[in-house]
């Protein structure tokens, strides 16, 4: 019997590529059918190797989930950009990629992004998920997510209801 490790570590720049294609695979999966694909293919051409090395050269990072050596998913996260949704932490964007959804990965990410979030300060946490993207809302809700706000949000010329899941 042999043991496969799973870590989670901090991004870093040499980073860049391998989270530009995990990022690509985890949203052409996450959003199609949902955002119109040229629109989508726009949004993914913003998020090249340049953007993430960009995001580690100003001070960004990601959490990376790894199983067996390979980058399975991320998750980022800072402070809640929502000022009127008195809460301190966010995680901008948790994704895995699409072969390793569905086996406590996100939950494991997802939680040690709260933990680190809780590190340093932050009281109370929200997601954002397009109300549409139905298994990323029920996963939020598995976990403990209540709905806290809608708001909507324009993507190549149609509306999206988004929607903030919270925990106290």
């Known amino acids: 019997m ?8 901090i991004s870093t720049r040499a980073d860049a590529a ?3 294609c995990l990022h690509q695979d985890a949203w052409r999966y996450a959003y199609r059918g949902i955002i ?7 949004m993914i051409q913003r998020r090249d190797v340049r ?3 960009r995001m580690h050269r100003v001070g960004g990072q990601a959490l990376l989930l790894e199983f067996d050596h390979e980058v399975a998913g991320y998750a980022t996260f800072g402070p809640n950009r929502v000022r009127k949704l008195a ?10 990629k699409p072969q390793y959804q569905g086996v406590g990965f996100g939950k494991r990410l997802f939680k040690e992004a709260r933990r680190r979030m809780r590190e340093r300060g932050y009281t109370g946490h929200l997601v954002w998920s397009l109300g549409a993207n ?3 809302c029920r996963f939020y809700e598995a976990l403990g997510g209540k709905e806290h706000a809608r708001t909507i949000e324009a993507l190549g010329g149609l509306k999206f209801e988004k929607i903030a899941f919270v925990w106290r």
């Open 18 to 20: 391998t989270l530009t």
């Open 134 to 136: 139905e298994s990323a």
């Open 36 to 42: 119109p694909a040229v629109t989508l293919e726009k």
């Open 87 to 96: 809460l301190g932490g966010e995680i901008y964007e948790l994704y895995l």
């Open 2 to 9: 042999s043991t496969v490790p799973i870590d989670i570590r």
């Open 51 to 53: 953007w993430w090395e």
